[in-house]
């Protein structure tokens, strides 16, 4: 273990949390239920093998409280510090579990990422050394990463996270289908948080096409922009030309209608592909939208 390690007032603390079914089976997990929405706070728990001074326990306390709080059958990482000792780069870092039973790692592969997100290191690690993390525990750890795990210019000392690689989990062969501007546009992050979405959706049907909403908010020039996830559950890939579009607000009225058309969009067989409508105000129906609840449908089926 590190001896007591001195925090960049540049770096805080990023929590990178994601479902624990990316790591254990759903039957580990608890049930949901209407009380799951409630945060869960963390304890910090030591490795039995470490020899923790009481001033390494103060410091990682600290750092401990700082986190924010996490919500049932959840696993998180946050990264606290980093020192460098030659070629090497000495992650500290903390990883939480509120799933209500203990969990265990074999080997997962940690992204570090830089200030926009880009991945600038990758390395797979055999987490069984690090035991059993009990319910609701929050254990520190110690990552080491080399110059042959970077793969961008530089390793950032500043303005960094640690994260989760998600495993490709496509049991039905469905995966997420990105146009070329979102690949171009979107980060690392932000690709695998869409990747987990489509990953952990009900299956669809044979042929099934299914339109779902993923975002909408209003804009500073006032139009309203939703995306929808596309969904092709069939063995052939689709065209859409045009596509006409009814958003409902939290009020159950209708607050916009549009007709779009589309350029060459295809959705490729078995595939999610994300889009974004833009409304402008001519479409909107009223000026006072409520999105703390909405819904997307095609007006002839009524569908969300």
Same mark, same amino acid.
């Given at each position: ?89 000495? $992650?500290?870092?903390? &990883? +939480? %579990?509120?799933? !209500? /039973?203990? =969990?265990?790692? #074999?080997?997962?592969? @940690?992204?570090?990422? *830089? ?110 922009? $939703?995306?929808?996830? &596309? +969904? %092709?559950?069939? !063995? /052939?890939? =689709?065209?859409? #030309?045009?596509?006409? @579009?009814?958003?409902? *607000? ?55």
């Amino acid at each position: 273990m590190l001896s007591l390690f001195k925090k960049n007032k540049n770096v805080e603390e990023k929590d990178a949390s994601v479902e624990a079914e990316n790591f254990v089976e759903r039957e580990a997990t608890r049930q949901e239920t209407p009380g799951d929405e409630q945060e869960v706070e963390t304890y910090l728990d030591f490795h039995p093998d470490w020899d923790v001074s009481n001033q390494e326990r103060y410091v990682y306390g600290f750092h401990h409280a700082q986190l924010p709080k996490l919500k049932p059958n959840q696993v998180s990482i946050s990264g606290i510090d980093i020192v460098q000792d030659n070629e090497f780069f000495i $992650v500290n870092a903390f &990883i +939480r %579990n509120t799933v !209500e /039973k203990p =969990i265990r790692f #074999e080997e997962v592969v @940690l992204l570090l990422l *830089d200030r926009e997100g880009k991945i600038a290191a990758r390395k797979t690690f055999d987490l069984e050394i690090l035991g059993e993390i009990p319910p609701n525990a929050c254990r520190p750890w110690t990552f080491l990463f080399s110059e042959e795990d970077v793969v961008a210019e530089s390793f950032p000392i500043d303005n960094w996270t640690l994260a989760f690689e998600l495993r490709q989990k496509e049991p039905s062969g469905h995966s997420l289908m990105l146009d070329e501007a979102w690949e171009n546009n979107l980060n690392d992050v932000q690709k695998t948080r869409l990747r987990e979405l489509v990953n952990n959706l009900p299956p669809l049907a044979s042929g099934e096409i299914n339109f779902m909403g993923i975002e909408a908010r209003m804009s500073d020039t006032d139009e309203l922009h $939703v995306t929808l996830l &596309i +969904r %092709n559950g069939s !063995e /052939k890939d =689709i065209h859409i #030309e045009q596509i006409p @579009l009814f958003v409902e *607000d939290a009020s159950g009225q209708v607050v916009a209608k549009g007709g779009f058309q589309l350029n060459h969009f295809e959705v490729k067989a078995n595939t999610s592909k994300p889009w974004t409508f833009i409304f402008p105000e001519s479409l909107l129906e009223t000026k006072e939208i409520d999105l703390s609840r909405w819904r997307v449908f095609l007006p002839e089926h009524q569908q969300a």
